[in-house]
């Protein structure tokens, strides 16, 4: 099975800064990555898929790039409301399975 | 409004079985695959189930395959997750949520709209 590490575990930044998190998988899976955003007590949020197509509503400063094993999210400028956990997910068709990296948790320093 | 609602969490004992639901509503059900996905306490996300629109096609994580079954009800707008066999590690959040991208018979996995959740603990 495909194995998704995030890193870092948790990154510490301040509003107005950017912000660089890396999802790596054990073996490639093309694009087919996706990124979630969870804050306490609510349900995940669909950011990104496909490694960089945002979902609706999204704002644009959230991003997606990479393909194959090395993927990441970037955050041009960091608003309040952005502090949460990422998580990034993997779909495949053949087995059809899909697996969650373990989260990174943005917090504000 | 796009919506899904979940219920049926409860407490159950080791062993014991509970059938989750998820009421949807806001979009043409039966073109959507539709997954149930779990959280335990303080724990990352789990995938644990998903099956296509048309419901003839389900698909199940390792860790639950023999002990859930997923189900729908495109009549009634519907999906269902029968949990069998409790332990103790399936304590946990338990989501709903819709597919990306409207396909009867196919799976994208991308999952745009999610419940609210409903938990399930498994304790003597």
């Known amino acids: 099975d495909i194995v998704l590490t995030q890193s870092p575990a948790t990154l510490s930044l301040s509003p107005g800064e950017r912000a660089t998190l890396s999802c790596r998988a054990s073996?490639?899976?093309?694009?087919?990555l996706a990124w979630y955003q969870q804050k306490p007590g609510q349900a995940p949020r669909l950011l990104i898929y496909?490694?960089?197509n945002r979902a609706t509503g999204i704002p644009a400063r959230f991003s997606g790039s990479g393909s194959g094993t090395d993927f990441t999210l970037t955050i041009s400028s960091l608003e309040p409301e952005d502090f949460a956990v990422y998580y990034c997910?993997?779909?495949?068709?053949?087995?059809?399975?899909?697996?969650f990296g373990q989260g990174t948790r943005l917090e504000i320093k | 409004e796009v919506q899904l609602l979940e219920s049926g969490g409860g407490l159950v004992q080791p062993g014991g079985s509970l059938r989750l639901s998820c009421v949807a509503s806001?979009?043409?059900?039966?073109?959507?695959?539709l997954s149930w996905v779990r959280q335990a306490p303080g724990k990352g996300l789990e995938w644990v189930s998903t099956?296509?629109?048309?419901?003839?096609?389900?698909n199940y994580a390792d860790s639950v395959k023999g002990r859930f079954t997923i189900s729908r009800d495109n009549s009634k707008n519907t999906l269902y997750l029968q949990v069998n066999s409790l332990r103790a590690e399936d304590t946990a959040v338990y989501y709903c949520?819709?597919?990306?991208?409207?396909?009867?018979?196919?799976?994208?996995?991308?999952?745009?709209?999610w419940g609210k959740g409903t938990t399930v603990t498994v304790s003597s």
């Open positions: 949520a819709k597919d990306l991208i409207a396909a009867a018979n196919y799976y994208y996995f991308y999952m745009d709209v």
């Open positions: 806001g979009f043409t059900f039966s073109n959507y695959a």
């Open positions: 099956i296509s629109g048309s419901g003839g096609s389900t």
């Open positions: 073996q490639s899976v093309s694009s087919y």
């Open positions: 496909d490694a960089s």
């Open positions: 997910q993997q779909r495949s068709n053949w087995p059809p399975r899909v697996t």
